[in-house]
C-alpha cells in the first residue's frame, strides 16, 4: 500500500511494507516514511521486534510500527491492549520512529479510551498516526 501524508502543509510518499525487502525497495522508490506491518494480505498487524530491528538496519527513514494483534475489527478485548501495551515498549525500544494505530467500540465508533492507553503507554516524544479503522 501506498499513502501520500502532508504533514505540516509537506505531502511526503509513505509506504506499507512487511519485509526488509520491500523497505530497501521503497526508500529506493522515494519513500519519506515507511508503515512497518506483518500480513498486509490481512490488512497488516504488529510487525515482529526482530523485523523491525532488520528494516532499522537497512533503511535511514523514519519507520511506524501498526498496532494490531490480529485481522477482523479493531474492537479489542483488554488481553489485547495489554499485549499491544507490551508490543509497543519493545518496538519502540528496538528503535520504531512512530506507531499507527486505531481502536473501536463494539458498536464500531471511535474508542477514544483505548487510543488515550496507546498514546500514554509510550511517554515520549514520538509521532502518532490514526489507523484507517472506520
Not at 74 to 86: P, T, V
Not at 110 to 115: A, G, H, I, M
Request: proline share 2%; glycine share 6%; net charge negative.
Amino acid at each position: 500500500m501506498v499513502f501520500c501524508s502532508v504533514v505540516r502543509s509537506i505531502m511526503f510518499l509513505e509506504v506499507c511494507v512487511d519485509s526488509v525487502e520491500s523497505a530497501i525497495l521503497s526508500c529506493l522508490g522515494g519513500a519519506k516514511r515507511l508503515e512497518l506491518c506483518s500480513s498486509l494480505e490481512l490488512g497488516g498487524l504488529t510487525p515482529s521486534v526482530g523485523l523491525l530491528s532488520e528494516v532499522k538496519k537497512n533503511v535511514s527513514i523514519p519507520v511506524f510500527c501498526m498496532l494490531r494483534p490480529r485481522s477482523g475489527d479493531f474492537c479489542y478485548s483488554s488481553h489485547e491492549i495489554a499485549s499491544l501495551k507490551i508490543d509497543m515498549k519493545l518496538l519502540y525500544d528496538t528503535g520504531a520512529d512512530g506507531f499507527v494505530f486505531g481502536a473501536l467500540k463494539d458498536d464500531y465508533t471511535l474508542d477514544y479510551n483505548t487510543c488515550k492507553i496507546f498514546i500514554q503507554c509510550i511517554e515520549r516524544n514520538i509521532e502518532w498516526t490514526f489507523s484507517s479503522c472506520i
